[in-house]
């Protein structure tokens, strides 16, 4: 108990009081409304919808093929199917509803997603003054651009456009050999 | 000013609550309180008839209380003393109870 | 002696213990020093303690239940859950045991960055248990927030690396969700050469403490028979001197390519558990600067199939997490949800001690014995 | 002068009477705190400057929680005793005190004649000269009071010590 | 009633103006300031003898309870720092109006009275705890004559005043009928009862050498009375510095031990068990809310102050700071600095290391901080005392070594006999 111990301990503190006045390093407070927010570039929070082009409901990449709804932890993905006017099923949700209280942000919808329209959005100031309608996010509310996912996620958004384009040109080439393959049978006839 | 008597009076009516104190309550402490109180009514008039002692310089007043309340405290240590060893043999602190020595 | 006034019941209650009356107090849910809702029931004699009954169960998730009817690939985000404090290393675990399962092979960069998180894990978790145990004692929070600073750190790391910084879900069978970039392992190891000064700051404030030593010196020792006894595993058994590091006895994923020690304590009170923690970190630097020295390059997830059907059969994989060995057991029917699911906690098993370690101790040295045992409600309850 | 005295002599007479009639042991122990303080007020107004310090020191400061301890350790933790708190020949005890208060007393008080103010006006509080009368003629006391002191203080801690097992 | 008011206020002016002209003593305005007020109040009759008496306790009060409002913001800006985190800055200007929003706070807060407490105790304790703390303020010399009483046992009073705290805190502690308050409230009886026999004894070093326990006559007699009369200025400082108790082995020896009793008898830092919040919530506060948690609040930090005042009086010269005597005046008592300038420093600074102790060091355990008492800072008082009777009666070439060496002596002979036989501090670590 002879209370070296404890001066030396005393002393770190004051290290610590005078260098929090001068190294950058020791003072790692990031005051939040001004001081800026430290979001990484795969932070993730809640999912969104991608659609191409200017229409949103038109450019929708989404399909309905319910995927996500099914493999989504807790349950808190809503799908169904959109109809055209003569009642025949239409590849796109009619109603696609998030509830925002729910979802643990938990990215497996992402990765179970084969069509690429479903991301993860890194916006968390999403506080509303009533808990259910609030939270429940509709599919107007999910749909974002192209442009905003290449925004807020530029690799990852360039690396899902490169797959669509690769998917794009294979399906072209499959179109034109058979278009290619049924016109070389033709001829014979 | 303050005549002499008027002291007197008080320190005599608070050393007789004192007594009835000890002779009234059954409760051990109590009692050993109501002593203390007989023993602070006689420092007031130690320091009351100093007070109006024609020659006061010679603090016999003071110096006589503070052997008093030296006393005092040393008189509570070991009452309260007492009562705990007395209440852990009994388990109570009723005084009536404490009747071991009577040939009932 | 009739000591009810008629009030309401009174939220203490006076025992009868041989001779002596005891106070009986529930150091509760509601408790500023139980990281989290756990409750002891304390019969006091004065300050020593006299019985003491834990009571868990307040934070229970029915985890187990659950995963019975999900798929093996959705319960990922829920082992993030169950230790909510290092969450990757319960990935980890669960991945493991799965592969074993349905024997999936690992590519290599993606086990040597599972060794890299799972270190950078065991850091944030012994920092967090040092800070918590020294405000347990009594420092008010500067010791806590030194690590709550370093702990920053890393958790930056994380959330640049799988986007999240506690719940990261980050691992998948047979490797790792996303890559990591070349940027990403030259902060992790900018962090990691500047570690070892906050250590040494660390033993200067706290070690050489008069206060820290008096405090937890000789205060619940857990003998080696008793430890061993009652299972339990990681610092708090080898505080006790046994040497059980899961690292080196089972040398699971590529452990054997980093040589580390495991250090050892000899008495087993709190005040060895606290320095254990210590110098565990140090040796975790020395294995992560190894790992990040020669990571290779490479495609970090085998080929799996997206909906995991696994043979029927049963598998147990265990890995060694900050708070012992934390082992999942599964046994699958063929289908697409395991049949049985169970985790073994560390921490509910180190939890089972507490009684014996605190009779005889004063009411103060039950926090620091519970501190020191390192207890995650989230696992005990799961 | 008269008014301070009839402020404490009214604490005073409230605290002694209340300090015996509370059932609840732990307000008989706070309304006798309030006597001790009452009474160093009328030693301070008696110009006793030391004493009054001392009193407070002591009674206010030490007594008086040691009788806390005492009620603590002899009481439950509520602290309220039962119901008839008078032992069972209470009559006669108030009897021999009231007796005693106007026999022998108050006659003595009332018959013989007192100053009525005293006779040096103010006297110059000086605890220097308290001291050197304490250290010199009265060395003999101050040591036998030592001697009690000690002796008081060891022989309360053995009577007070749980038995402890051989 | 409005006469007398603009005749006070045309003395008011003319006086300034005479005054302020020959300001030959800067240290003593306020003591002019007062005189000339008193005799003001001399000619209003009973009011004016009621605002006599005030004029003494009402200062008193308000300085040390702004001094109370600024620790609690300097407290929390230090700990801030020191834990690497900014203080309050949202509050005013670098956070300076958080201890009125925490006031604020306070009042608005609703006072919660648990339904089996009983309510007078409940209600009593917040009051009975102000009175030691306030009363302690009475005997802290601030300036030269600037003193609310200096009575002739001034110290023996402040100790005597300090030992009621036990009595409130136990009060408090029972009332709330809480089992986590009276464990607090047995904890303070305990801690503070047996805190008192080393801050009295670690006191009583300075009034066997000064003579007198009269508050002011202690400072008056830390100054080197040949050096300050002198006329070169740098001599002057000087005489008023190194008079100081501080710098003598024994008053050293006896300031630590005051200071580290001090900082239990007012529950800081590594000895704040009576409300330890990790162990017992808040001890014997846990049932108090709204404005009587921040009566009891007030009355620990007043009665940190009284203390520290006492310290500073007691060892480090209560108002004598290294200050000279103005050039243009012609009295040879007059000084350049006011008194209360130097005493606020010196209050603040000791104050500054409290919160770098609270900042640091963990909390002792109730039975060690017995023992902490009883078998390490008694002996050292009783050691100390001894040693410096002998370094009374020696001459100083004799003294100085003589007690230097024993009280390291017995330092060490202390620490050896408190460090227990079990508990081997340098502990090996094997690795496998």
């Known amino acids: 108990m002879n209370g070296q111990g404890i001066l030396k301990g005393m002393l770190v503190t004051a290290k610590n009081f005078f260098g929090s006045y001068v190294s950058r390093e020791r003072l790692t407070t990031v005051s939040y409304p001004e001081g800026g927010n430290t979001i990484k570039e795969q932070s993730r929070n809640i999912p969104f919808l991608v659609f191409d082009g200017e229409d949103p409901v038109a450019g929708m990449r989404c399909t309905a093929c319910q995927k996500c709804e099914k493999a989504c932890p807790p349950q808190c993905i809503f799908i169904e199917k959109d109809k055209d006017e003569r009642g025949k099923a239409l590849q796109r949700p009619k109603v696609f509803d998030i509830d925002a209280s729910v979802c643990m942000g938990c990215q497996i919808c992402v990765e179970v997603c084969p069509f690429e329209s479903i991301w993860m959005d890194s916006n968390f100031e999403l506080s509303t003054f009533n808990r259910f309608e609030g939270l429940q996010f509709n599919r107007e509310k999910l749909l974002k651009s192209n442009t905003y996912f290449h925004k807020i996620h530029p690799q990852q958004a360039q690396a899902s456009d490169d797959r669509l384009a690769e998917k794009e040109r294979k399906r072209l080439e499959r179109e034109a050999a058979r278009r290619a393959e049924k016109s070389a049978s033709e001829p014979q006839v | 000013m303050l005549p002499l008597e008027y002291i007197l009076i008080l320190s005599a009516v608070l050393f007789f609550i004192g007594l009835a104190g000890v002779l009234i309550r059954r409760h051990v402490i109590i009692m050993l309180i109501c002593i203390e109180m007989m023993l602070n009514a006689a420092n007031i008039n130690f320091i009351a008839f100093w007070r109006y002692n024609p020659n006061p310089e010679l603090h016999l007043g003071p110096l006589f209380t503070l052997f008093s309340i030296a006393v005092g405290g040393a008189e509570a240590a070991v009452g309260l003393g007492l009562v705990i060893a007395v209440y852990r043999f009994y388990n109570t602190a009723n005084a009536d109870k404490f009747d071991m020595l009577k040939d009932s | 002696m009739n000591t009810s006034t008629g009030y309401a019941p009174r939220n203490y209650k006076i025992v009868k213990h041989k001779d002596k009356t005891l106070l009986e107090v529930a150091m509760g849910p509601h408790h500023p020093s139980t990281h989290g809702v756990f409750r002891m029931d304390v019969k006091l004699d004065g300050e020593t303690i006299i019985d003491l009954i834990p009571y868990f169960g307040y934070l229970h998730r029915n985890h187990e239940k659950l995963a019975e009817d999900m798929t093996y690939f959705s319960t990922m985000p829920y082992t993030d859950r169950l230790d909510y404090l290092c969450s990757m290393t319960n990935n980890w675990a669960y991945a493991l045991t799965v592969e074993k399962l349905a024997n999936i092979s690992v590519p290599e960069r993606a086990e040597y960055i599972r060794v890299i998180i799972g270190e950078l894990t065991r850091l944030v978790n012994h920092m967090l248990l040092v800070g918590f145990y020294i405000n347990d004692l009594g420092a008010i929070g500067t010791p806590l927030l030194y690590a709550l600073r370093e702990r920053e750190k890393i958790l930056d790391l994380f959330e640049w690396a799988s986007g999240a910084r506690m719940m990261c879900n980050y691992l998948r069978f047979g490797g790792i969700r996303e890559d990591v970039s070349d940027e990403w392992l030259a902060s992790c190891n900018k962090l990691v050469d500047a570690f070892p000064y906050f250590l040494d700051e660390y033993d200067q404030l706290l070690t050489g403490n008069e206060i820290v030593i008096s405090r937890s010196q000789g205060v619940g020792v857990l003998s080696k028979e008793l430890a061993i006894n009652a299972g339990i595993t990681g610092p708090m058994l080898r505080a006790s001197g046994v040497n059980y590091d899961l690292r080196k006895t089972d040398s699971y994923s590529i452990y054997d390519r980093f040589n580390f020690r495991v250090p050892l304590g000899q008495f087993g009170d709190c005040y060895d558990r606290f320095m254990l923690r210590l110098l565990e970190m140090r040796e975790s630097i020395t294995i992560l600067k190894q790992a990040l020295r020669d990571i290779p390059k490479g495609e970090i997830q085998s080929k799996v199939p997206p909906v995991l059907k696994p043979k029927p059969g049963e598998a147990y994989g265990r890995i060694e997490s900050p708070k012992g060995e934390l082992g999942f057991y599964l046994v699958s029917d063929g289908s697409v949800n395991p049949y049985r699911y169970r985790v073994r906690p560390p921490s509910l098993i180190n939890l089972t001690l507490l009684r014996d370690l605190c009779i005889g101790h004063k009411l103060a040295d039950t926090i620091i014995i519970f501190g020191s045992i390192d207890i995650v409600l989230g696992e005990v309850d799961r | 002068m008269i008014i301070t005295f009839c402020i404490l002599s009214v604490f005073i007479i409230i605290g002694a009477v209340s300090t015996i009639r509370l059932h609840n042991i732990v307000y008989a122990v706070f309304s006798l705190m309030l006597l001790f303080s009452a009474i160093a007020g009328i030693f301070l107004l008696l110009m006793a400057e030391f004493v009054a310090v001392a009193q407070i020191l002591i009674y206010l400061g030490a007594v008086g929680v040691l009788i806390l301890f005492a009620v603590m350790l002899t009481h439950s933790v509520t602290g309220s005793s039962g119901k008839n708190i008078y032992s069972n020949g209470w009559g006669w005890g108030l009897l021999l005190s009231l007796s005693i208060l106007f026999a022998t007393l108050l006659p003595a008080i009332y018959f013989s004649d007192f100053p009525s103010d005293p006779a040096v006006e103010i006297i110059e509080p000086s605890v220097k000269k308290l001291g050197m009368e304490m250290m010199h003629s009265c060395v003999p006391a101050m040591w036998l009071i030592a001697i009690l002191l000690t002796a008081a203080l060891i022989g309360g801690i053995v009577i007070a010590a749980p038995p402890q097992k051989r | ?432």
């Open chain 5, 1 to 432: 009633m409005q006469d007398t008011l603009n005749l006070f206020v045309m003395n008011i002016g003319q006086w300034l103006s005479a005054n302020l002209g020959t300001l030959n003593n800067p240290d003593q305005i306020i003591v002019e300031i007062a005189r000339w007020l008193r005799t003001e109040f001399g000619n209003w009759g009973v009011v004016g003898f009621i605002l006599a008496n005030l004029m003494a306790t009402v200062p008193l009060i308000a300085v040390f309870s702004g001094c109370f409002a600024l620790t609690t913001w300097l407290e929390r800006k230090g700990l801030g720092r020191i834990q690497n985190r900014y203080g309050p800055n949202r509050v005013g200007p670098y956070g300076l109006f958080q201890p009125m929003a925490d006031g604020i706070k306070m009042l608005l807060k609703e006072d919660i009275v648990p339904e089996r407490a009983d309510k007078i105790g409940h209600f009593l304790a917040p009051v009975i705890i102000m009175i030691p703390a306030m009363t302690g303020l009475v005997f802290l010399p601030i300036g030269r004559n600037i003193i609310a009483a200096s009575i002739d046992s001034a110290l023996l009073f402040f100790f005597a005043i300090g030992s009621i705290v036990s009595l409130s805190v136990f009060m408090a502690g029972w009332a709330s009928h809480n089992k986590f308050s009276l464990v607090g409230g047995m904890r303070a009886i305990a801690q503070l009862v047996s805190y008192e026999m080393p801050l009295i004894l670690s006191a009583v070093v300075v009034v066997m050498f000064v003579g007198s326990m009269n508050t002011s006559v202690i400072v008056e007699a830390q100054q080197i009375k040949s050096w300050v009369t002198s006329d070169a200025p740098a001599l002057q400082c000087l005489g008023q510095v190194l008079g100081w108790h501080v710098f003598q082995p024994w008053g050293l020896m006896g300031f630590l031990l005051l200071f580290v009793s001090a900082l239990a008898e007012a529950n800081r830092s590594p000895f704040d068990l009576p409300e330890a919040d990790s162990e017992i919530i808040a001890g014997h506060l846990t049932e108090y809310s709204g404005f009587k948690y921040a009566l009891f609040f007030l009355a620990e930090y007043v009665n940190t102050f009284a203390i520290i005042g006492i310290c500073t009086t007691l060892f480090l010269g209560g108002w004598n700071g290294p200050n000279i005597r103005p050039p243009w005046s012609d009295d040879p008592q007059a000084l350049l600095i006011p008194g209360f300038v130097w005493f606020f420093l010196k209050i603040f600074v000791l104050m500054g290391i409290m919160i770098w102790i609270r900042g640091t060091l963990p909390r002792l355990r109730i039975d060690q901080l017995m023992g902490f008492a009883w078998k390490f800072l008694l002996p050292l008082a009783i050691i100390n005392l001894l040693v410096a009777g002998c370094f009374y009666h020696m001459e100083w070439y004799f003294g100085w070594p003589f007690s230097i060496l024993i009280l390291c002596k017995s330092y060490a002979i202390v620490v050896r006999l408190n460090k227990s036989k079990l508990v081997n501090s340098n502990r090996t670590y094997t690795y496998a």
